[in-house]
């Protein structure tokens, strides 16, 4: 499996940028697809959005509505998720995860890494 280290959360207020950045442990990386995911308090994980890895295709939760960006830098193994005009309810614990499939996926069950999470928390 390939190690993720997710990092970039903190506290923000309303209205506010973060960038996550999610960084793998080995060059295999550039071949699976990555998604990133969060977990309110008391709610079930969500699919936030999704790149492929050979193609620059993404996909995104309709929650997103434009303020979210999925990006990645192949020659360094990472992926980032910025996120803009940041909401209370982006509060949460958000997850990069990778899969086998090469394209993009929502379906957490189809990844088989996963970070430790970083975690976001914005104030009103």
């Known amino acids: 499996q390939v190690q993720l280290v997710e990092s970039g959360g903190g506290m923000v207020q309303a209205g506010g940028s973060l960038r996550l950045s999610c960084a793998a442990s080995?060059?295999?990386?550039?071949?699976?697809?990555i998604g990133w995911f969060r977990q309110a308090p008391g709610k079930e994980r969500e699919f936030v959005a999704a790149?492929?890895?050979?193609?620059?295709?993404?996909n995104y939760a309709d929650f997103v509505k434009g303020r979210f960006a999925i990006s990645k830098d192949n020659a360094k193994n990472m992926v980032y998720l910025q996120i803009d005009r940041m909401k209370p309810e982006d509060t949460g614990v958000y997850y990069c995860?990778?899969?086998?499939?090469?394209?993009?996926?929502?379906?957490?069950?189809?990844?088989?890494?996963w970070g430790q999470g970083t975690q976001v928390t914005v104030s009103s």
């Open positions: 080995e060059r295999t990386f550039r071949d699976k697809a």
């Open positions: 790149i492929s890895w050979s193609r620059d295709d993404t």
């Open positions: 995860a990778a899969t086998e499939l090469l394209l993009w996926t929502t379906f957490d069950h189809e990844y088989n890494s």
